[in-house]
Structure formats: structure tokens, C-alpha cells
């Protein structure tokens, strides 16, 4: 317990050695630049105390949980026992196939939850009037998360070149961005960027480092990196093609009706 507490300690120092910067530069700009008093000080005082500790013992439960678990998941279901195959004997890419359903279950689970998401999606839904529904927004973008994380472990695997994938999957992006709707367009390269963030990328690290770290042939420092970029770049893809599917689906009814009116 008393480890616990000095580490805690240690970890609300640095946070507070970071987040410092940027209380500064808030307080130079109000009262130097703006020469306006601070509004609602105690709450703003309030408010960074809470930021502060939240910061600190969300980076505590990064070292000593969401770290650890996505390590551990990642060695336990490529292990050979687990997956039927004798130490020595060649594995083929689909004997992984738990580790690519762990993968996409893990991604959509942690998209989902994604504080910076869920706000993308509820500020979304005011501008739009409620044309985009906030959960149908985080389902989309939960999906391309989930593809593509079952893709990345898929490269880890198979020790495919990463340049491969993304340029393939910049290339899909650039011409569903030429046909999609263009008032979804900067929405849906936002959505690849919100879920980069607090609760997905420790996860999807860890899980990619010990992954590459149990594949006999991978190297963590070349392999184990890059599920982060697939979760960045699939999303993009998928909220492009809902906004497609929809605007085909609103042409083809409305002709429909225009037909029956006739």
C-alpha cells in the first residue's frame, strides 16, 4: 500500500509539473494579453485541481492495469499451448484467429467508451440539428476501430510491411472523400483522430507489443507499433462510407416517391 501511495505521489508531481505550463500560458493570456479578470476563479481552481488528479490516477491505472492486461491478453492467446501447436512447429496465420477476435472485440468495447468520442458525437448531433445521431456515429466509427485492429494483429502475424496497408487504406480514403457528401467529410477524418486517445491507445499499444513479443520472428521495435495508425485511418473509412450508404439510400427513396407521385 505504502509503494502505491509513494508511486501516486511521484506520478501527481510529474502531472502537475505538466499540466503547469498550460495553466501559465491561460493566466499570461487572460490578465496580460486580454486584460480581463479570470471568470469564476474558484471554480476554475476547482476544475484544475480535479483535471489534475484525474490526470494522475488515470496514469496510474495506465501502469498498473490497462498496460499489464493488454500484455498479458495478447501472450496468453497466441500462446502455443493455447492454440494447439507444439513449440517447435510452424504456425500459420489463421491459428491466430482468437487474437484477431480479441482484437475487434477490444476495439469496438474501448471505441465506444472513448470520453473523446462520445463528445465529437454529442457536439456533432447539436450542429446537425440531430440529422447525425450521436450513438449511430459511435457505433460507425466503434466498427472501423474494431476492422482495423483485427487487420493490424493480421500484419503483426504475418510480419506484412506497414506501408502496404496504409497506403492502401489512404487510397480508399481519397476516393470515398471525392464521392461523400461533403458536409460529412471533416467529420468523418475527425472521427479517426477522437479515437486515438485515452482509453484506446494503451490498450491497443500494449496489445501490439505483446503480441509482437510472442509471434516467434516479430520484433516489438519494428512490429509491435502501428495498430494505432490502423485505428486512425479505418474509422475515417467507415464513417465515409456510412455517409455514402445514407446518401444513396435518401436518393434511391427519393426517387421512389417521385416515381409514386407520378
Given at each position: 500500500?505504502?509503494?502505491?501511495?509513494?508511486?501516486?505521489?511521484?506520478?501527481?508531481?510529474?502531472?502537475?509539473?505538466?499540466?503547469?505550463?498550460?495553466?501559465?500560458?491561460?493566466?499570461?493570456?487572460?490578465?496580460?494579453?486580454?486584460?480581463?479578470?479570470?471568470?469564476?476563479?474558484?471554480?476554475?481552481?476547482?476544475?484544475?485541481?480535479?483535471?489534475?488528479?484525474?490526470?494522475?490516477?488515470?496514469?496510474?491505472?495506465?501502469?498498473?492495469?490497462l498496460f499489464p492486461v493488454g500484455k498479458i491478453m495478447a501472450t496468453?492467446?497466441?500462446?502455443?499451448?493455447?492454440?494447439?501447436?507444439?513449440?517447435?512447429?510452424?504456425?500459420?496465420?489463421?491459428?491466430?484467429?482468437?487474437?484477431?477476435?480479441?482484437?475487434?472485440?477490444?476495439?469496438?468495447?474501448?471505441?465506444?467508451?472513448?470520453?473523446?468520442?462520445?463528445?465529437?458525437?454529442?457536439?456533432?448531433?447539436?450542429?446537425?440539428?440531430?440529422?447525425?445521431?450521436?450513438?449511430?456515429?459511435?457505433?460507425?466509427?466503434?466498427?472501423?476501430?474494431?476492422?482495423?485492429?483485427?487487420?493490424?494483429?493480421?500484419?503483426?502475424?504475418?510480419?506484412?510491411?506497414?506501408?502496404?496497408?496504409?497506403?492502401?487504406?489512404?487510397?480508399?480514403?481519397?476516393?470515398?472523400?471525392?464521392?461523400?457528401?461533403?458536409?460529412?467529410?471533416?467529420?468523418?477524418?475527425?472521427?479517426?483522430?477522437?479515437?486515438?486517445?485515452?482509453?484506446?491507445?494503451?490498450?491497443?499499444?500494449?496489445?501490439?507489443?505483446?503480441?509482437?513479443?510472442?509471434?516467434?520472428?516479430?520484433?516489438?521495435?519494428?512490429?509491435?507499433?502501428?495498430?494505432?495508425?490502423?485505428?486512425?485511418?479505418?474509422?475515417?473509412?467507415?464513417?465515409?462510407?456510412?455517409?455514402?450508404?445514407?446518401?444513396?439510400?435518401?436518393?434511391?427513396?427519393?426517387?421512389?416517391?417521385?416515381?409514386?407521385?407520378?
Amino acid at each position: 500500500m505504502v509503494d502505491y501511495l509513494i508511486d501516486f505521489a511521484l506520478v501527481l508531481f510529474y502531472t502537475m509539473r505538466d499540466v503547469l505550463p498550460i495553466i501559465l500560458l491561460i493566466i499570461f493570456f487572460q490578465l496580460v494579453v486580454l486584460k480581463q479578470p479570470i471568470p469564476h476563479l474558484k471554480k476554475m481552481i476547482l476544475g484544475g485541481i480535479y483535471v489534475v488528479l484525474g490526470l494522475a490516477l488515470f496514469l496510474m491505472g495506465l501502469e498498473k492495469a490497462l498496460f499489464p492486461v493488454g500484455k498479458i491478453m495478447a501472450t496468453q492467446l497466441s500462446d502455443p499451448a493455447f492454440i494447439g501447436v507444439a513449440e517447435s512447429e510452424l504456425v500459420n496465420w489463421w491459428s491466430y484467429y482468437w487474437i484477431y477476435i480479441f482484437a475487434a472485440m477490444i476495439g469496438f468495447a474501448t471505441t465506444i467508451a472513448e470520453p473523446s468520442l462520445i463528445a465529437v458525437a454529442l457536439k456533432a448531433g447539436e450542429v446537425s440539428a440531430g440529422t447525425i445521431k450521436p450513438w449511430g456515429l459511435r457505433i460507425t466509427v466503434a466498427i472501423g476501430v474494431a476492422l482495423a485492429l483485427a487487420l493490424g494483429t493480421f500484419r503483426i502475424v504475418t510480419g506484412t510491411p506497414l506501408f502496404i496497408y496504409i497506403m492502401a487504406g489512404y487510397f480508399i480514403v481519397i476516393i470515398q472523400t471525392i464521392f461523400a457528401p461533403r458536409k460529412l467529410i471533416a467529420l468523418a477524418y475527425d472521427s479517426g483522430g477522437v479515437t486515438t486517445s485515452t482509453v484506446t491507445v494503451p490498450l491497443v499499444a500494449a496489445l501490439g507489443l505483446g503480441l509482437s513479443s510472442a509471434v516467434p520472428g516479430r520484433n516489438p521495435a519494428i512490429d509491435g507499433f502501428g495498430l494505432i495508425a490502423f485505428a486512425s485511418l479505418f474509422p475515417i473509412i467507415t464513417v465515409l462510407g456510412y455517409a455514402q450508404f445514407m446518401e444513396l439510400k435518401t436518393r434511391l427513396l427519393k426517387i421512389k416517391t417521385e416515381k409514386d407521385a407520378i
